[in-house]
């Protein structure tokens, strides 16, 4: 019986231990440089988040994050050098909407998608918005989805190319709705938006970050947004849900994960820090610039988010055959 004591003493000694070091090691992050993969180039949306949220981590952090761009394939490149890092929470990665799709849509994928990495937060979210020239004769959604219904696929919408966001977006409208238009890509949201002001194509799907621009008394008009709620930056526009497609609900989002086994206590750490990082005046400001919201998610909600919208989406991937090329 003595010497039972003696080992729950020793068991119970040891994990004392181990919680005194995870808690030290918690305080004492970080001692050093923390680099932030960008799955993307330098100057759009996701690498623009990321310097700004760089920036308001520094504050915290007494040191300026590494932003590390690693684009190709999709995110799977720097997503691929992530899973190779040691999990200690100096090397994170911000992804955006794309990461739990990619195993849908490559042949193959040089990791687990969910089990090779551990989330951290959702950082912010924005919707995309189905837009047409201004003097369109489709006023509504419900006009341009009557006549996609008379007369199958003689209507198009261009989309910055196969499997973005916009991409997912007008397949999702197409299944939900029970239509047939044709996907027509570009190569970007600005020459899709561009030839719809140049009445090549009757609509387009943008992200508000590259079509608010051109909204705000310029030569388009927004049917509806992606969004389940209203976009603060377009309040008087209806969401698709509302606009007759009841449950719809897409948008671009952006979240940063690190590798797999992170120590809980730096996971808790990091999303302290990132919640606190959401409500920098300059984070906030460019958010609002690209139409975007803070979101702000634990780790736990993250995570399950991600697995919610890997099952969302691959019914549609399949359905529409998005495949990369």
Do not use: C
Not at 144 to 170: F, I, Q, R, V
Not at 235 to 240: F, L, N
């Amino acid at each position: 019986m003595l010497d039972l004591n003696k080992k729950i003493g020793r068991l119970l000694l040891g994990a004392t231990l181990l919680l005194a070091a995870g808690a030290a090691q918690a305080d004492s992050y970080p001692s050093k440089p923390v680099h932030i993969l960008v799955p993307y180039a330098a100057g759009g949306a996701v690498d623009v988040l990321a310097r700004t949220l760089g920036q308001a981590l520094a504050k915290t952090w007494g040191q300026q994050p590494v932003i590390d761009n690693r684009p190709g394939a999709g995110g799977i490149v720097a997503s691929q050098t992530l899973t190779k890092s040691a999990p200690d929470g100096y090397t994170l990665i911000l992804v955006a909407s794309g990461h739990p799709l990619n195993q849908f849509i490559y042949p193959s994928v040089p990791y687990d998608t969910f089990k090779d990495f551990t989330a951290i937060t959702e950082v912010a979210s924005s919707p995309l918005a189905i837009v047409v020239a201004k003097d369109s004769p489709y006023k509504t959604l419900g006009d341009l989805l009557a006549a996609a219904k008379k007369e199958p696929d003689k209507l198009s919408y261009g989309m910055s190319g196969n499997g973005t966001s916009a991409h997912l977006a007008g397949e999702l409208l197409k299944y939900m709705s029970g239509t047939k238009i044709v996907a027509i890509p570009y190569k970007g949201g600005a020459p899709a938006l561009t030839a719809v002001i140049a009445g090549e194509i009757p609509l387009s799907i943008n992200p508000l970050a590259e079509a608010i621009g051109q909204l705000e008394g310029g030569p388009v008009r927004a049917l509806a947004v992606t969004s389940a709620e209203r976009a603060k930056a377009l309040p008087d526009v209806p969401t698709i849900a509302e606009a007759g497609v009841p449950g719809y609900d897409v948008s671009v989002w952006w979240g940063v994960l690190g590798p797999a086994n992170m120590p809980p206590e730096i996971v808790s750490k990091l999303e302290a820090d990132l919640k606190a990082a959401l409500q920098d005046p300059g984070v906030l400001s460019t958010l609002s610039k690209i139409g975007a919201a803070p979101v702000g998610s634990s780790a736990k909600e993250f995570d399950a988010y991600m697995h919610a919208e890997a099952t969302k989406w691959e019914p549609v991937l399949k359905a529409a055959n998005i495949r990369a090329q």
